[in-house]
């Protein structure tokens, strides 16, 4: 009858219990009966040893306890604890937790403990009833001493790792021009046929920092792009005549004549109803072979009654004039391209004062003269025949 039998709840599974709490356990009738009771050997955190064991020598109840390994257990003969209610108290540690507070200023691999954590304490006292050398009841109150105090560490948020993609263009070469003869355009004329492009490679490069050092460029991707030749067509076709002003009031679609060539008065041109100062131009390419203004023949001279005038000397052995301008842009000697501005309309000279309408005293008086192997000279001929508005 010496052998008790005792059990033991193992303190860990009363450890999440409230600050003060009571555990009653009664002692099942079975066990008593059998007069065997298994004691556990208990480790607390601190490392002690929780209960002392008794003498004895009775054999293992071959019943598990169902503790955890913090348990070791054994089977004693326990001496018999006299009547009434014994109590033992033990003190535990309470682990404390750690708490982390992100930092996007600082990197992913740097932390920062902004407060160290302290571990709580509780006490737990266990109560055990024996009545008759027999345990009846167990319970246990546990009491928290020190609430443990978090340990807060700044932990880091920022990429240690980032990277970034740059593309460029790098030429490898200049286009070259290439200059192609056109039959169906004029001389003198250009168009762009090709547009060039240079050879370039288009490159894109990937940069690694690490911690905002740049440790790593590569090259990712790269694409050539052949080089493209610029062709430009030149005209060879011979430059026909074009007209020695812009119709501006209908678009170059009604030009009104107040004389034509020839006539009693054996008119020399085409007299062109024009308004005062509108721009006249070349009607070819060509070079200015004579340009004077008004006043500067005396009357005697027949040149006179041309007043403000230019005449220019084209390919072909072609000569044209513009008489009775208010002002010429262009001097003997210069080079003249088809529809460049020679001058403003006006009316020097001698006019038909009897000319009535808008364009009255004022028109363009124009000729065309072609060299006369023959004679030796150039000799007026009708416009009509060469300028594109009768042909
Ligand atoms: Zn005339």
Redesign the pocket.
Known sequence: MNNVNKKRTAPKRMRNLPSKSRTFKPISRAAAAAGVLTLSLIFTSCGETEHGTTAGTQGSTGKPAGNTSATTEVTTAAPAEKDGTHETTRFEEIPFETVYIPNPEMYEDEELTQAEGEKGKAEITEYRTYLGGELTAEWEERKTLTEPKNRVIIRGTKPIITVKENTVTETLEKYSTIYEECGTMEVGTTKLKTEGKNSVAVKTYRYTYTKGELTVTELVAEEIQERVDEVILVGTKAQSFGMPFIDAENGGVNYRLT?SYGGSNN?????FAVYYGDPIIAVMDGTVVEAYDAGYFSKNNLLWTYGTYVVIEHEGGFRTCY??LSSRTVKKGDTVKKGQTIGRSGNTGRL?TTATGPYAGT?L??EIRKYSSSKKAYVTVDPKLYLPWWK
């Open positions: 004389q008119h020399r041109g085409l007299d008489a009775h038909n028109h008086h124009f």
